[in-house]
């Protein structure tokens, strides 16, 4: 496949990828609203914890460096407040 052909198919795929991903961040904001949501704050701190991770891993494979942050602590670095289950 020749780069024109690569770049090609990058531009077609991932517009719509992230306006997807971005819509479904919008949906689970959604969630956020006390009035119609409870949630458990460990699992929630732990998810986004996890999505953070995710985040900065899928940039920086684009070349893209971000400096992740949970409560002043570099995600990588970042405490579950959750307890794990033993398998």
Known sequence: MTDKEK????????????EKLLDRLR???QKSVKGNYAW???????????????FAQT????????EVL??????DYAEPKTKRRSK
């Not at 770049?7 to 992230?18: K, W």
């Open 7 to 18: 770049r090609a198919n990058f531009q077609r795929l991932f517009p719509p990828a992230v």
């Open 27 to 29: 949906v689970v904001k």
């Open 40 to 54: 458990d704050q460990d699992l929630t701190h732990d998810t986004w914890v996890q999505i953070a991770r995710i």
């Open 59 to 66: 940039a920086d494979s684009f070349g893209v460096k971000f």
């Open 70 to 75: 949970i409560d002043g602590t570099e995600v």
